[in-house]
């Protein structure tokens, strides 16, 4: 088993101020605040719950294009 990425390796960045956003500037605004790693992902997506230090997720609205949910790792 890899071992855990601490906290520390994540950009100060609020998640929240990713919402309302089109997932094209979320990503980019992303990336030039450090972020490593960037996965966009529809709002009822399952997926593995692994921690990865320095990604970003977004939920997208299919329908809009806008980001409605944004969490680290």
Do not use: H
Not at 24 to 34: F, H, I, Q, V
Request: glycine share 6%.
């Amino acid at each position: 088993m890899a071992p855990e990425s601490s906290a520390q390796d994540n950009p100060q960045d609020d998640p929240e101020s990713y919402v309302g956003l089109t997932a094209e500037a979320a990503e980019e605004r992303a990336y030039a605040r450090g972020w490593t790693t960037v996965r966009s992902l529809p709002p009822d997506a399952i997926i593995t719950m692994e921690y990865l230090s320095g990604r970003l997720n977004f939920a997208v609205e299919k329908n809009t294009g806008n980001v409605v949910r944004c969490w680290k790792g």
